[in-house]
């Protein structure tokens, strides 16, 4: 449209003073070397680092100055309605001022970055790295210059309006918090990226959608435009939000028939087993079911960790797992009886991640092991410490409960060397919990490549 | 020329009717001159021109002004003017008002006859000056 | 309706409310074509909150606005080609250069004469060369004037166009706007606080009072029907004989404002002064003491 065209260039020409001091910025990095505290670094490199900083420094402000200014600053100086006395329709005004601000953007990045670039590319190097920090910067340009027009509209049009606005706003953040935590209690890491992403993309048109609409219902009016911005703002961060909390619910309950390639871990005896796998459509999502083959029923597990912290007892009729609220917090340990009906009983206990433990065949005693090889028994129902004592040696412990009151113990001992061939050498003892005594019981050495334990009934088994 | 007065109880576009005849009277305005363009007349007085327009078109209706195509208004070869009952019926008008004034502050007929004659003879020189 | 007769504006019960307040209180008004109409209103009479509903930047709360028969609010875009605006306050972008204004304009506009631009800022004595913003309130409003000129608009909407301008500013205005009148019979619809001054050429006045319409009427038949009466002593059944905007003692005697003075009322003139009014005193006697600015 001819028209939107002359608006970008009346728009433009006033931003002369920008890119003088876009160029003035160029300058910046060719005078970083001559601090005296970048001289422990080449000077190619500080140019190039300072170079980088500055550029992307310079552009983010802007694009927030401008998005502060684009429609705001004539709403308040009541200067829109020189727009509307013109044959100009709300979209040519606001697409045109959108891209006069999105060239200004783009022309002093490049007035920044450009002599730095050529002169010296120094440690980043040409192509490669330029993608993604470009990649990153301009949506993140847009998005501010997004952000600072939907921000002046609302401050500037004085009403108390913007305190709903503000509490929408966390609102907004604390529901995709939410969705958020509980995509990452699946380590979903690679699918909250994406949501992430198209979240952000998303609110992003939303946002100049309803830039369009806050003309053509506002037009001139200081406080129309604010309303209607907000009207249309928030009832479509509503609408999106609710599909994607959907989306989120779905994710987050899978069947253990959507595992993809699921990984087993049978209970040394009886029918149960623990399931678990990333879950089909739904990116990296993943789940821990435990399931009765002989009754196909199956209990999801919520909130516990990635690496394969849980037990069974060896009759197979206990299960403990660790659950936590967010996968890097401390995990508390949970026991599941495992018959019909078994509701999870929580410890109280808390371990460390990458803790140690183990619990007796009834589900009345645990023992802990913490990475100072002090190990620590506890009584469930008490939920009080019974008998700790230091193991002599370090290393990857094993632990089993022969009954309630006696404890076997392997401790594989780590050598120096890491090469494979080397000797593994494991020491077994016995913790007695009512006289608190530790009874080594021998060592066995081997040249196994890999070493795991499976306490049987009767000992314990190697690999 | 004439100035117009919207404070006054004539609408101005009588007034301007007026202002012309007493030119063409005092022969400020002779048959066949060209009368000043409705644009221009409006400009002087700083009148809407359709005020002008329509004292004109009565002008035209009445004789006084004839239209040439192309060239302009013209004051007509032979202007009819006011047939002498219509001048005395706008005589009278303006005779009543002016004895009623000059009755009301208490002065006498010759007082009254004496200040007429003069301001008759005033207006009769400023038409002349002024065109 | 043929061309002709659509009106160039035609307001129909507006009304717009802010919260609870009503600032426009069903409002009609037509303004005919190649008319001058004046609305005449007390500051925050409601007259600002018409103007912006009549020119399609404000939404009314009810009632109907359209320009050539159609609607401001969804057509304000393509009137925009045949409607000048002069704002009330010079609105255009102040860093920008006479100059390049003028180029900006001529660019949106179809139809643009940049000679008679160029011969009205010399006519204002304006430089092409100053900033809009570094100009005085009357220029900036000059400026606008010559803006809205060069468009050829069919329809002229003005808002307080003399406000700030000095007397020799003003008689230029007229003069612009006189000549406009008769080179191509503009519409024209101007808010004042100068009734003098509009006095010879508006055909149609209206007063704006408390949101309110008092008053909408040919100027001419206006003035024909208010007249100052002044008896030596109150007349018997004054108010029976006509109808009266105000009566209150004068010297001695009554002075009444009479709004329905007819020809067949003459003969009190025998016993009676009556003085014609200008605009200015009937926008007093109707719209309230200290109306005009």
């Known amino acids: ?463 | 020329m004439f100035n117009v007065n919207p404070g006054e109880s004539s609408p101005i576009w009588r007034q301007i009717e007026e202002g012309m005849r007493r030119m063409i009277t005092l022969g400020a305005l002779r048959p066949g001159d060209l009368v000043p363009s409705v644009r221009d007349l409006a400009l002087q007085l700083r009148v809407n021109p359709n005020t002008v327009a329509r004292a004109y078109q009565r002008l035209t209706e009445q004789g006084v002004f004839t239209v040439k195509r192309g060239e302009g208004t013209f004051v007509a070869d032979q202007p009819s003017m006011l047939r002498r009952s219509e001048r005395n019926d706008v005589l009278r008008d303006a005779a009543m008002r002016y004895a009623g004034t000059a009755i009301s502050i208490g002065a006498s007929l010759d007082d009254a006859v004496d200040e007429l004659s003069s301001s008759y003879d005033k207006v009769v020189r400023e038409h002349r000056r002024k065109s | 309706m043929s061309q002709a007769e659509t009106p160039a504006l035609s307001i129909h019960e507006l009304s717009v409310r802010y919260g609870r307040s009503e600032v426009v209180d069903r409002i009609s008004l037509t303004v005919p074509r190649n008319a001058v109409y004046a609305l005449l209103g007390r500051n925050g009479a409601g007259k600002s909150s018409l103007v912006r509903c009549a020119i399609g930047q404000q939404r009314a709360t009810s009632g109907r606005v359209e320009m050539f028969g159609m609607d401001v609010w969804r057509h304000r875009a393509s009137l925009m080609e045949r409607v000048g605006i002069v704002a009330e306050e010079g609105d255009a972008p102040a860093e920008m250069r006479v100059g390049r204004l003028a180029d900006f304009c001529a660019r949106l506009c179809s139809r643009w004469d940049r000679a008679a631009f160029d011969e009205r800022l010399k006519r204002f004595g304006i430089a092409q060369k100053p900033r809009f913003g570094d100009l005085s309130k009357g220029q900036k409003k000059q400026v606008s004037l010559a803006l809205a000129l060069a468009a050829s608009p069919e329809f002229l909407i003005l808002d307080d166009p003399t406000l700030g301008l000095d007397a020799v500013a003003r008689k230029s205005l007229f003069e612009e706007l006189i000549a406009e009148l008769a080179d191509r019979g503009t519409t024209v619809f101007l808010t004042t606080h100068d009734l003098a001054g509009i006095e010879s050429i508006a055909d149609r006045v209206g007063v704006i009072s408390g949101g309110r319409l008092v008053l909408d009427e040919d100027l001419e038949l206006l003035k024909a029907r208010f007249r100052r009466i002044r008896f030596a002593s109150r007349p018997v059944a004054l108010e029976s004989r006509f109808d009266t905007a105000a009566v209150r003692p004068w010297g001695g005697g009554t002075e009444a404002i009479v709004t329905n003075f007819a020809g067949s009322h003459a003969e009190i003139a025998e016993t009676a002064e009556i003085v014609p009014m200008s605009l200015e005193e009937i926008f007093i006697a109707v719209a309230g003491e200290g109306a005009a600015a």
């Not at chain 1, 779905?250 to 040394?268: C, G, M, N, T, Y």
């Open chain 1, 1 to 463: 449209m001819k028209h939107l065209l002359v608006i970008a260039q009346r728009d433009l020409e006033e931003r002369i003073p920008v890119f003088i001091a876009a160029a003035a910025a160029a300058a910046l990095p060719f005078a970083v070397p001559l601090f005296p505290a970048a001289a422990s670094f080449t000077t190619k490199d500080v140019i190039t680092m300072s170079g980088v900083i500055v550029a992307a420094t310079f552009t983010l402000l802007l694009s927030f100055a401008l998005g502060v200014t684009l429609i705001g600053r004539d709403l308040s100086e009541k200067r829109m309605s020189f727009y509307f006395s013109k044959p100009l329709a709300p979209s040519t005004i606001w697409f045109g001022k959108l891209m006069a601000a999105v060239i200004t953007i783009a022309l002093s990045f490049v007035i920044v970055f450009l002599p730095m670039y050529v002169v010296s590319p120094g440690t980043w190097g040409p192509g490669a790295r330029l993608e993604v920090g470009l990649s990153n910067l301009f949506p993140a340009c847009l998005a501010l210059l997004l952000a600072g027009h939907a921000l002046s509209t609302m401050f500037r049009s004085r009403s108390r309006l913007v305190v709903l606005d503000l509490l929408l706003a966390c609102a907004a953040f604390y529901s995709f918090g939410l969705m958020q935590r509980a995509l990452h209690q699946g380590f979903a890491f690679d699918l909250m990226q994406s949501f992430r992403q198209v979240l952000a993309g998303v609110v992003l048109l939303i946002l100049t959608g309803c830039g369009l609409w806050q003309l053509e219902r506002g037009r001139a009016d200081r406080l129309r435009n604010h309303m209607a911005l907000s009207r249309s703002l928030w009832t479509s961060i509503a609408i999106v939000f609710i599909l994607a909390g959907g989306f989120v619910a779905w994710v987050v309950h899978p069947s253990i028939k959507d595992l993809r390639e699921p990984r087993v871990f049978q209970a040394p005896r009886g029918s149960w087993a623990l399931i678990t796998g990333q879950a089909r459509n739904r990116g990296d999502y993943r789940a821990w079911f435990l399931y009765d083959a002989a009754t196909a029923k199956s209990i999801r597990l919520k909130r516990t960790t990635l690496f394969h912290d849980f037990w069974f007892s060896r009759d197979g009729k206990m299960f403990g797992y660790l659950q936590a609220d967010a996968p890097d917090r401390d995990f508390e340990l949970v026991i599941m009886p495992l018959r019909d009906r078994a509701e999870p009983i929580a410890t109280g206990l808390t371990i460390r991640h990458g803790g140690r433990y183990a619990i007796s065949d009834d589900g009345s005693r645990v023992i802990v092991f913490d990475d100072r090889q002090i190990a620590s028994v506890y009584d469930l129902e008490s939920r009080k410490s019974i008998a700790t004592v230091r193991l002599p040696e370090s290393g990857l412990v094993r632990a089993f409960f022969v009954n309630r009151d006696r404890v076997r113990i392997y401790v594989q001992n780590m050598p120096l060397s890491s090469l494979p061939v080397a000797e593994k050498s494991i020491t077994a003892y016995e913790l007695d919990v009512r006289t608190k005594s530790l009874q080594k019981l021998g060592d066995y050495r081997t040249e196994a490549q890999a070493i795991d334990m499976t306490p049987g009934k009767a000992g314990v088994g190697f690999r």
